[in-house]
C-alpha cells in the first residue's frame, strides 16, 4: 500500500515556508535600515566638506577683503602725502 504524508508533515512544511518567508523580510528590513544608515551618513559627511569648502572660502575672501582695504588705505595715505 501506498501511503500519504500525514498532515503534521504538511503542517511542518507549512511552519516552515512562514519562517522562511518571515526570514526573508527581516532580512530585506535590515538591509533596507542599512542602506538608509549609509546613505545618511554620506550626506552628513558631504554637508561636512561643504560646509568646509565654504568656510574656507569665506576666509578667504576675508583676507582679500582686508588685503583690500590696507592696499587701499596705503593708497590714501601716499597721496595724501604727496600733496
Known amino acids: ?10 503542517r511542518r512544511e507549512r511552519e516552515q515556508r512562514k519562517f ?3 526570514m526573508a523580510r527581516e532580512a530585506a528590513k535590515a538591509e533596507k535600515l542599512a542602506a538608509q544608515h549609509a546613505a545618511e551618513e554620506a550626506a552628513e559627511k558631504a554637508a561636512a566638506e561643504e560646509a ?32
Open 52 to 83: 568646509a569648502k565654504k568656510s574656507e572660502a569665506e576666509l578667504k575672501a576675508k583676507e582679500e577683503a582686508e588685503f583690500e582695504a590696507e592696499l587701499e588705505a596705503e593708497r590714501k595715505a601716499q597721496e595724501s602725502s604727496e600733496s
Open 1 to 10: 500500500m501506498a501511503s500519504t504524508p500525514s498532515k503534521d508533515y504538511k
Open 20 to 22: 522562511d518567508k518571515r
